[in-house]
């Protein structure tokens, strides 16, 4: 894609009963897409964790399926939540959860610590460890439809880039 270009994108509603083991991506999203859907979708949400799903063709429609219950678990979905999926053009999916509130959230946060070893003098030392841990989703207190005095507290955290792969074959998409 050119650098101009606007990265392609779609929203869906969650709903527990059709959406917690698979998604459905809207047809009319990737019929207007200038390459096919890769097999596998790198889901990158904005807490910084990344999940590896599956994409996966069925009578014609394209769904998230072998791990997207995970993504779903991770970032503790409910009922009625808005989410947005840009696509890089290639293989990643920047992934955005607006809670009842109306706002966006950040879930499923990468809890960066450093650590340093005490006992190793300086000249030994390579340098501080940095322990990536996730953390758990906060639970919405606030959830009343309409209400954006949440909206203030939120932070919006770039998420981590995703190794690119260069070198995809035919069989790699649909």
């Not at 894609?1 to 698979?22: K, W």
Request: hydrophobic share 30%; aromatic share 10%.
């Amino acid at each position: 894609m050119a650098s101009g270009d606007v990265l392609p994108r779609f929203y869906t509603v969650f709903l527990s009963c059709v959406s917690s083991n698979s998604l459905l991506i809207p047809r009319s999203y990737y019929e207007h897409l200038p390459r096919r859907l890769p097999k596998t979708a790198i889901l990158t949400g904005t807490g910084g964790r990344v999940w590896k799903v599956a994409m996966m063709s069925k009578r014609e429609q394209v769904y998230l399926a072998r791990g997207w219950e995970n993504f779903v678990a991770d970032n503790e979905l409910k009922d009625g939540e808005f989410l947005t999926f840009v696509f890089d053009g290639y293989k990643s999916y920047e992934v955005s959860i607006y809670g009842r509130g109306s706002c966006k959230e950040t879930r499923a946060v990468v809890h960066v610590e450093e650590i340093s070893d005490e006992s190793e003098s300086d000249n030994d030392s390579l340098g501080s460890l940095v322990d990536v841990t996730p953390m758990p989703a906060e639970e919405n207190s606030d959830d009343t439809e309409g209400d954006n005095d949440s909206c203030d507290s939120v932070v919006d955290v770039t998420p981590m880039p995703v190794e690119e792969i260069s070198d995809a074959s035919d069989s790699d998409y649909y």
